[in-house]
């Protein structure tokens, strides 16, 4: 299988603990993005990525959260002190460069007790 | 900021029967993308239309990227049952992709 691939597919964690998942992008796209989806909405942008430079963050991007690239091929996103509204599916997705169309792994799904 | 706008919000219909969905925005996009999600999963890429008045068709799938880049419209001919799912626009701005609400679709047995 050569798509986006994310671990863990489902997270159940205690408010205030730290959790972190991983994104596998298709090999030959060198950009990578991350996006939060929540019930009844659409995904919506967080962070991404071209090779291993995170170029912007979102607004919903708190103090919180970080996301890596360390050597331009997987990611990893990570909260710290998980709060209630954190419980969302968290979707990974990768290009080509320039206006080319996103392909999305399957996401991770965040619950927070 | 840039918002989608789809309609219908959720559509119940017979096997068979032809479906029509669009998406409005406010702002000029410069592509437009429409995806499938299906309970679970993320979303998949069903169409990419790249030029203002194009039309394009993916089997029984048929997307049009409006002349004034600020809507599109999709429509799925024949539905059958694994045609059921979350529909959404998007459209591609600085670098990130803007998503509608969603059109959830339901065949009826």
């Known amino acids: 299988d050569t798509g986006v691939s994310q671990n863990p597919r489902h997270k159940i964690t205690k408010r205030g603990q730290n959790v972190t998942f991983r994104c596998d992008p298709i090999s030959e796209h060198n950009r990578l993005y991350w996006y939060r989806q929540t019930l009844g909405q659409g995904p919506e942008f967080l962070t991404y990525?071209?090779?291993?430079?995170?170029?912007?963050k979102s607004r919903l991007l708190s103090d919180r959260f970080s996301a890596e690239r360390p050597k331009g091929s997987f990611s990893t996103l990570e909260i710290q002190r998980t709060e209630q509204g954190d419980s969302a599916m968290y979707l990974c997705?990768?290009?080509?460069?320039?206006?080319?169309?996103?392909?999305f792994g399957d996401g991770t799904r965040l619950s927070i007790l | 900021g840039q918002q989608l706008n789809q309609s219908p919000q959720s559509m119940f219909i017979q096997e068979g029967e032809d479906v029509s969905m669009n998406c409005t925005s406010s702002?000029?996009?410069?592509?437009w993308l429409w995806y499938k999600q299906d309970p679970g999963e993320g979303p998949v890429l069903l169409i990419a239309?790249?030029?203002?008045?194009e039309l394009t068709s993916n089997g029984r799938l048929t997307a049009q990227f409006g002349i004034t880049r600020k809507d599109s419209f999709l429509n799925i001919s024949a539905s059958i049952p694994s045609d059921v799912g979350i529909y959404f626009c998007a459209g591609h701005w600085d670098d990130k992709i803007i998503f509608g609400k969603g059109t959830r679709l339901h065949i009826l047995p």
């Open positions: 997705a990768s290009s080509h460069e320039g206006n080319q169309p996103q392909h």
């Open positions: 990525f071209q090779n291993e430079a995170q170029l912007e």
């Open positions: 239309l790249y030029k203002a008045g």
């Open positions: 702002s000029i996009f410069n592509t």
